[in-house]
């Protein structure tokens, strides 16, 4: 791959653990079996293909050892997140990628 690329995957990576973990100690005061990543993975995994739903995320995450929640932990954690913590995620993604993107 080409080094330029995998630098910036790297530089992404390292950004996005970062605000993730920020919200994971907001969000975690103590050690829980969900944590916000666990519930920001999910949501990605559930609305990047149409044909997911909540039961198929949920078997897909344990079956790869990610985590061992059930649906209904996702759904009620979930619950308690305001959806202004994912729209403040999605602004500094784009800021990011504002300041970040070559021409």
Known sequence: MNTQI??????????LNNILEDYDTKFCKRKCKLMFRDIFYYLIYLV?????S???VTDHIKINNYCNASKDAYIKKRCTISAKV???????LLKYFYKNMQP
């Open 54 to 56: 909540a039961t198929t």
């Open 48 to 52: 990047s293909d149409n044909k997911n």
């Open 86 to 92: 994912f729209n403040n995620i999605f602004d500094d």
């Open 6 to 15: 995998t630098s910036y995957l790297s530089k992404f990576a390292s950004f």
